[in-house]
């Protein structure tokens, strides 16, 4: 049996590998039109500011390791530009000599991944980040012109990685993103904590800004705007990606964003063709709808299932949660699930929830506040999505969260996970299991809650009386318009002050005091409800550009 695999790097390299220690007699054959194979694309914004030192450093395999470890024959600089599959065959162009050639497979694997959005043509000043080679290019341009500004097109996963990493050059970057907060994985209010980390280390954030034209002369790259003109020496454009699918345009069904079609064993319309990594589709583990999440971590376990497939015929859909991780300066930014716009645009029933704990015990020295957001399904109590902003502790929650998604444990069912505690690393009460228990208190009805978005209908609703329960040096500093000041702990003794005939709108710094005096009051007959998360969240609501 041969197979031949168009795409070497993270679902064709891993569908190679495992193939061959599942069926040491058939032939491997990949076709990868970079000079590189099996590198660790994640990693390039990191090679550009050094902080990768060597460009082997990103580069898991050779064609040589690969073929003396494994004996699988690849093929760099050699672009498949035809796939004639009523024949079994592709036509290959060899990129350093021009010739074309053609191969016969048996079964043929297509993992040629997503290709940059551009708006403008590659050149000497304007790049994009998707190979080794794009790396290299702009790490020469930049240390030979000795480049001092930039533009970043794009405020996605590339374009924060791209920057933080121009930045540590010392490199003064301008950020043009069209929509109104970087993240699209980010609903708006959790973004401002990315915006704020942002302009924190000079950069210069543009927001609800479209491009209309990139021109470029002898020493600047000029960005021509609907809110004016922006020049630099260098361009990055970081929009976004698309699925690499012409090679199937007339051959195969496609699906969702030109994405290649395929069942739950990556089989395509043709049955001896597959497909697997970002130029596929997938199923959402979620509410089971076909979604594009083009991540390093998909492609890679495609590549393995496809092989477990071919030869053990072991049957195991891969369904995607879109759980990422990004860092950005000080900060870790995570989510996994659906964000809240994308619940509204699916019509599903959820709640939420907004925590804000620190990351370990705080009598601990260096504990990090974490800001937490969690959606979950209003019937079920299953978790549909979160959102965790921090320094540190981030990675560990989002990937718990993850896990409790995958096997559908009810939010509630976090209370009372056993996890590992000591100071230094957790506390007694792990920030998931409050998850758990705030999760648990709206189920009883222990607790109901109002949002950040609510606050004005609030104040201009005379049937409401909004209490603010902090201190009264917190309440001077800041507050909220037409609200009054009891703070918690003087409650008891100023009953008299809130009006049994209102419904009672409790607020605090984090949503912690205000929970507890909305349970005094609740069981003194008032009608009361707190502000999820409190004023920090109330916050980063303001602070929507």
């Not at 920030?431 to 109002?450: A, D, H, R, S, T």
Request: charged share 25%.
């Amino acid at each position: 049996m041969k197979y031949v695999i168009i795409g070497g790097v993270a679902s064709g390299a891993s569908f190679a590998c495992r193939l061959r220690r599942l069926d040491e007699n058939c032939e491997i054959v990949i076709y990868e039109k970079t000079n590189f194979v099996s590198y660790a694309n994640c990693g390039l914004p990191y090679y550009i500011s050094s902080t990768i030192e060597s460009q082997d450093s990103l580069t898991l395999q050779t064609p040589a390791s690969l073929k003396s470890r494994f004996n699988i024959d690849v093929k760099t600089n050699s672009e498949v530009v035809e796939v004639l599959n009523t024949e079994h065959k592709i036509r290959i162009k060899n990129l350093k000599t021009a010739e074309i050639f053609t191969d016969s497979y048996d079964k043929l694997i297509i993992a040629t991944g997503a290709e940059a959005i551009k708006i403008a043509p590659l050149s000497d000043k304007i790049f994009e980040l998707k190979t080794v080679e794009d790396a290299s290019k702009i790490k020469r341009y930049i240390i030979g012109n000795k480049v001092k500004s930039a533009i970043v097109i794009g405020g996605g996963f590339i374009g924060l990685e791209i920057l933080e990493n121009l930045a540590k050059l010392n490199i003064k970057v301008t950020l043009i993103e069209a929509q109104n907060h970087c993240l699209a994985n980010l609903d708006s209010e959790m973004a401002t904590l990315a915006h704020n980390e942002i302009t924190k280390h000079g950069i210069d954030l543009k927001l609800k800004i479209f491009v209309m034209n990139v021109s470029e002369d002898k020493d600047k790259v000029k960005v021509s705007t609907d809110k004016g003109e922006f020049t630099s020496e260098i361009l990055i454009q970081a929009i976004g990606v698309k699925p690499a699918s012409e090679l199937a345009n007339g051959k195969l069904d496609l699906g969702l964003k030109n994405s290649i079609k395929v069942n739950s064993n990556f089989t395509t319309s043709d049955p001896d063709i597959f497909a697997i990594g970002d130029v596929t589709s997938c199923v959402s583990e979620i509410d089971n709808s076909e979604t594009y999440i083009p991540l390093a971590g998909l492609a890679n376990k495609e590549g393995r299932e496809l092989a477990n497939f071919l030869i053990n015929k072991e049957e195991m859909a891969i369904r995607a949660l879109g759980t990422s991780i990004l860092k950005l300066f000080d900060l870790s930014i995570a989510s996994t699930g659906f964000n809240e716009a994308q619940l509204k645009t699916k019509k599903l029933e959820y709640g939420k929830i907004y925590l804000t704990p620190a990351n370990h015990a705080t009598y601990y020295p260096g504990s990090k506040a974490l800001t937490i957001k969690v959606l979950f399904d209003k019937k079920s109590y299953e978790i549909l999505g979160a959102q965790i902003i921090g320094e540190e502790g981030v990675d560990k929650r989002i990937d718990l969260l993850a896990a409790m998604m995958k096997f559908k444990i009810k939010g509630y069912e976090l209370k009372n996970l056993e996890l590992s505690y000591a100071p230094p690393f957790g506390s007694a009460k792990d920030p998931i299991n409050m998850v758990g228990y705030m999760i648990e208190n709206i189920k009883n009805n222990l607790v109901k809650q109002f949002y950040a978005e609510d606050i004005e209908s609030i104040k201009n609703n005379p049937n409401c009386m909004i209490v603010d329960v902090r201190t009264k040096a917190e309440f001077e500093a800041e507050n909220i318009e037409g609200s009054i000041n009891i703070p918690i702990d003087e409650l008891r003794e100023n009953l008299a002050k809130i009006d049994k005939n209102k419904e009672i709108c409790l607020i605090c710094l984090s949503a912690i005091r205000s929970y507890i005096a909305c349970r005094i009051l609740t069981q003194k007959g008032y009608k009361c409800s707190h502000l999820a998360g409190g004023f920090k969240i109330y916050k980063l609501y303001k602070n929507i550009i």
